[in-house]
């Protein structure tokens, strides 16, 4: 589901930042770039994030800006300065030269200047509560916009049950008119007609073109959308199962169909049905 969150936090160790951004994904997929401070925070982000969401492809994003303060201190490694004097002196007589070494020419040297490690923790349990804020965003953020989903599925619900009732109210003027179509053109017929056998065709006929049972099953499969878009839960592979009932149902009355309002009732709703699908892809 397609959603972004946005956090800060700021003290006396410098600026913090956590951006979540999630779109449409049948699994859920994670992708987690952090500064070098926070590289150890990595199983704990994908742990939390896994905990809170279920489905989506998601990019989490930590930005660290160190105060001026916090920036890690720098020490000379007095033995190893001393070391280097002493080697450069005997190099120095060794070639008959009194000039000393310059004391940049030492600070220079892999190892004379040594930085302080940071201690890191307090910015690490910080990152760790800004994801919690972050994620609570997120999740509210998906929410909403599931809301307005759920409010445009129903709507096509609503518009497929008027095209249901719509066949319901066409399907008996349909068989009156088909029966009269079969009679008009067998009394072109010069044979004697059996109107027995007659009967037992319109009969045969009648309970192939008969859509009551996918009206049902319809009105069956559309109660439970919407009663599945009411629960707390993720609902997103359950209505795409019902969306492929829905579209099984479409199928047979467009195979059963002899009328031309038959066919564009059946056109409707594999319409409406596609566009459910679509909406059902961005929700968990």
């Given at each position: 589901m397609t959603s972004f969150s946005r956090r800060e936090s700021r003290d006396e160790l410098g600026e913090l930042v956590c951006e979540l951004r999630s779109v449409n994904h049948r699994y859920l997929e994670l992708f987690v770039r952090l500064p070098e401070e926070l590289r150890?925070?990595?199983?704990?982000?994908?742990?939390?994030?896994?905990?809170?969401?279920?489905?989506?492809?998601?990019?989490?994003?930590?930005?660290?800006?160190?105060?001026?303060?916090?920036?890690?201190?720098?020490?000379?490694?007095e033995?190893?300065?001393?070391?280097?004097?002493?080697?450069?002196?005997?190099?120095?007589?060794?070639?008959?030269?009194?000039?000393p070494p310059r004391a940049i020419d030492i600070l220079r040297w892999p190892g004379v200047l040594e930085t302080e490690e940071l201690d890191l923790t307090p910015v690490h349990k910080r990152a760790a509560a800004l994801?919690?804020?972050?994620?609570?965003?997120?999740?509210?953020?998906?929410h909403r916009e599931g809301g307005r989903l759920?409010?445009?599925?129903?709507?096509?619900?609503?518009?497929?049950?008027?095209?249901?009732?719509?066949?319901?109210?066409?399907?008996?003027?349909?068989?009156?008119?088909?029966?009269?179509?079969?009679?008009?053109?067998?009394?072109?017929?010069?044979?004697?007609?059996?109107?027995?056998?007659?009967e037992q065709e319109m009969v045969l006929l009648t309970q192939r073109l008969d859509v009551d049972e996918e009206m049902d099953r319809l009105q069956t499969h559309l109660d439970e959308v919407e009663a599945v878009l009411a629960r707390d839960e993720p609902v997103g592979r359950r209505l795409d199962f019902l969306m492929q009932e829905l579209?099984?149902?479409?199928?047979?009355?467009?195979?059963?169909?002899?009328?031309?309002?038959?066919t564009r009732v059946s056109v409707e709703l594999k319409v409406l049905i596609e566009q459910m699908r679509e909406q059902i892809q961005n929700i968990e």
């Open positions: 150890a925070l990595e199983p704990l982000v994908r742990e939390r994030v896994a905990a809170r969401l279920g489905r989506g492809k998601v990019d989490c994003l930590f930005r660290f800006v160190p105060s001026k303060s916090a920036t890690a201190g720098v020490a000379v490694n033995r190893f300065a001393q070391q280097i004097i002493d080697a450069a002196g005997e190099v120095g007589l060794l070639l008959h030269e009194s000039v994801l919690d804020e972050t994620l609570d965003g997120l999740v509210e953020s998906r759920a409010e445009l599925i129903i709507q096509r619900c609503g518009a497929m049950r008027e095209e249901v009732a719509k066949v319901k109210q066409l399907m008996p003027q349909l068989l009156v008119s088909l029966r009269d179509r079969l009679r008009a053109r067998l009394a072109e017929l010069t044979a004697e007609l059996d109107e027995g056998r007659i579209n099984r149902e479409a199928n047979t009355l467009g195979s059963k169909s002899n009328d031309v309002e038959m």
